[in-house]
């Protein structure tokens, strides 16, 4: 019981919460390299490619939960507006851990078993929580390769467990701040009084953001003479690019509060499975 209640102290305690590495497990292809932090939300920590670190990461400070490496977001990405939502039939409020609503899931500050590591390659693995935080259960898996030594793939999966429940996903990474980012989205979903994405989409404006959009094409991020780009199956971007030190540029697969505007539902034992490609030239 102990162990339980400092668990559910620390989904308590927030996003802002300070998120420590623990152990790293490594994975190198050339040179192309993935510090891994199962402990600290199945996240990876750096990105190295060339020697160039990549991400904003666990040696750049004392840093919250929410706010370094690249870290997956489920069983849901986003905002749920004041953690409140309605699914068959009943409503269910989790708890808020970033002002006054939830932010991104459980698994980024959970800690993820580490399963079949190898070079090049590694899953990671979550049993979702079946108390306050998320009274759903079930399972996720993010999966990391090195397709080569210029070729990072991620691919992320929640399954539901014996019940129905709603579900999104997505990677939320903290890029060392770019010179420039090409973003040509379709439209955004525009932030309301609270900050929460709404539907319908509108006409996109110019940035800076801290925005969702309809996405469905390639984003490039040039950071000096090196470009990355970033290719996923999610049409739903978030872009952050208002911060001095990084910008987070995050494929999900719905927008923020998608629980209350416009839900996907898993019957019992189905998937909800998205991927990545982020290549460096």
């Given at each position: 019981?102990a162990a339980?209640s400092?668990?559910?102290?620390?989904a308590?305690?927030?996003?802002?919460q300070?998120l420590p590495?623990?152990?790293l497990t490594?994975?190198?292809?050339g040179v192309l390299?993935v510090?891994?932090?199962?402990?600290?939300g199945?996240?990876?920590?750096?990105?190295?490619?060339?020697?160039?670190?990549?991400l904003?990461?666990?040696?750049?400070?004392?840093?919250?939960?929410?706010a370094?490496?690249?870290?997956?977001?489920?069983?849901?990405?986003?905002?749920?507006?004041?953690?409140r939502?309605a699914?068959?039939?009943?409503g269910?409020?989790l708890?808020?851990?970033?002002?006054?609503h939830a932010?991104?899931?459980t698994?980024?500050t959970?800690?993820?078993?580490?399963?079949r590591p190898?070079?090049?390659?590694?899953?990671?693995t979550l049993?979702?929580?079946?108390?306050?935080?998320w009274?759903f259960?079930?399972r996720a898996?993010h999966?990391?390769?090195?397709q080569?030594?210029?070729?990072l793939?991620?691919v992320?999966e929640?399954t539901a467990?014996?019940r129905?429940?709603?579900a999104s996903?997505?990677?939320?990474?903290w890029?060392?701040?770019?010179?420039?980012?090409?973003?040509q989205?379709?439209?955004i979903?525009?932030r309301?009084?609270?900050?929460?994405?709404?539907?319908?989409?509108?006409?996109?404006?110019p940035?800076?953001?801290?925005d969702c959009?309809?996405n469905?094409r390639p984003v490039r991020?040039h950071?000096?003479d090196t470009?990355?780009?970033?290719t996923?199956?999610?049409i739903?971007?978030?872009?952050?690019?208002?911060?001095?030190?990084?910008?987070c540029v995050?494929?999900?697969?719905?927008?923020?509060?998608?629980f209350?505007a416009?839900?996907v539902?898993?019957?019992?034992?189905?998937?909800?499975r998205?991927?990545?490609?982020?290549?460096w030239?």
């Amino acid at each position: 019981m102990a162990a339980e209640s400092g668990t559910l102290d620390a989904a308590v305690q927030g996003a802002m919460q300070r998120l420590p590495p623990g152990p790293l497990t490594s994975l190198t292809r050339g040179v192309l390299s993935v510090d891994l932090s199962p402990q600290a939300g199945g996240r990876i920590a750096q990105i190295r490619h060339r020697g160039i670190e990549q991400l904003f990461g666990p040696d750049d400070g004392d840093h919250a939960a929410i706010a370094w490496g690249c870290f997956p977001m489920v069983p849901w990405a986003g905002r749920i507006r004041h953690g409140r939502f309605a699914f068959d039939g009943r409503g269910h409020a989790l708890p808020v851990n970033f002002g006054a609503h939830a932010i991104h899931g459980t698994g980024f500050t959970q800690p993820w078993t580490l399963e079949r590591p190898g070079d090049a390659t590694a899953m990671l693995t979550l049993e979702l929580p079946t108390d306050m935080r998320w009274p759903f259960g079930g399972r996720a898996t993010h999966c990391i390769t090195l397709q080569d030594e210029d070729t990072l793939h991620l691919v992320l999966e929640v399954t539901a467990g014996d019940r129905p429940m709603p579900a999104s996903l997505g990677w939320h990474p903290w890029f060392r701040k770019p010179d420039r980012i090409d973003f040509q989205p379709d439209a955004i979903f525009p932030r309301d009084a609270e900050g929460i994405a709404t539907l319908p989409p509108a006409a996109p404006p110019p940035g800076p953001w801290d925005d969702c959009f309809v996405n469905r094409r390639p984003v490039r991020v040039h950071r000096g003479d090196t470009t990355l780009t970033m290719t996923s199956d999610c049409i739903c971007w978030v872009v952050y690019d208002q911060a001095a030190h990084a910008t987070c540029v995050e494929p999900q697969t719905a927008m923020p509060d998608a629980f209350n505007a416009d839900p996907v539902v898993l019957p019992p034992g189905q998937s909800l499975r998205a991927w990545t490609t982020w290549r460096w030239t």
